[in-house]
C-alpha cells in the first residue's frame, strides 16, 4: 500500500478555524497528517475540528507575540506551518482611519511576523505564509492590504534565505469565496463576486480547496523555498 504523502507529519495550521486554513487542514489531515489548527475562537475550532475529522486545537490571538511564543515552547516542532489567519476590514487608504489600518497590518503582516519568530520546525520542514495576488496588481480599493500582502511577499523569500535549509514560501490567492466576505450584504457579495469571475480568464472565483491544495503541495515539494505562488484564477495577468 502507498503510505498517505504527509503520513505522521505535523502540521500546525493558522487561521486554521475557517476558509483557505481550514480546506488546509483538511487537505493535510486527508493526506494523513496530524493536524493543530489555531485561532481566536474557541468555539469555531471546536466545529472546525470536527469538519476536519480530528485535529488538536489552540485558541490564540495571532497578534499576541507571547501567545505564539508559548504556543510553540508547549509543543514538539512541527514538520510544517501554515499562516492563513488574519482579521482586516479594506478600502481607499485615504477613506480609512490610520489606526484601522495598523490594525490591518498588527494581524496579517505581524501575525505572520509572530509566528516566523518563534516557529520550532524540523528538518526539511516548511513554512508557508498566505498574501494576496493585490500584492503584485493593486487596486485603490484595497490600498494598504496591497502594502501587506507586498510585505508578505517579500518576507517570506527573506525568510527562505534566513531559515535555510527550513523551506519557507507565500501563496497569493485572488478572490476566493471564504467567510472572510461575509462582512458584506449578500446581495453586494454576490455581485463583486460575479463582477470578479466576468474579468478574470477562468471566468470564476476561486475555491478555498484550490488554495489549499497548493499549499500542501509546497509542504511536499522538497525543491520549493522563496517562491510565491499565485493562485489567482488569471488575475494578475488580466
Ligand atoms: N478570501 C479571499 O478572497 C482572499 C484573497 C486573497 C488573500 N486572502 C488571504 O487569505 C487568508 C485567509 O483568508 P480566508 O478567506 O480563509 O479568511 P477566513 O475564512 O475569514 O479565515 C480567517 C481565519 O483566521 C482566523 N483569525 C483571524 N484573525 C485572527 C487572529 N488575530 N488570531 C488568530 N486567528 C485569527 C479566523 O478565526 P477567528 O476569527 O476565530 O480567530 C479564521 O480561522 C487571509 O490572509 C486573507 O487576507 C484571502
Sequence with gaps: MIAPALADQTVAVFGG????????????????????IASRSAIRLREAANAIGGAETAALDIRDADAVRRFFEQRHPFDHIVVSAAELAVGPLRKRS??????????????????????RIRP??????????????????????SAINAAIDALAK????????????CVSPGRIETAWWDFLPAADRQALFDRTAAALPLKRIGRAEEVAAQIVHLMQNGFMTGSVVLVDGGGSVA
Design 17 to 36: 478555524s475557517s476558509g483557505i486554513g481550514l480546506a488546509t487542514a483538511q487537505a493535510a489531515h486527508a493526506l494523513g497528517a496530524n493536524v493543530t
Design 158 to 169: 527573506a525568510l527562505a534565505t534566513e531559515m535555510a535549509p527550513i523551506r519557507i514560501n
Design 98 to 119: 490610520l489606526a484601522d489600518e495598523r490594525a490591518a497590518m498588527d494581524s496579517k503582516f505581524w501575525g505572520a511576523v509572530h509566528v516566523a519568530h518563534a516557529a
Design 124 to 145: 526539511g520542514g516548511s513554512l508557508t505564509l498566505v498574501s494576496g495576488m493585490i500584492g503584485v496588481r493593486p487596486t485603490g480599493g484595497a490600498t494598504m492590504l
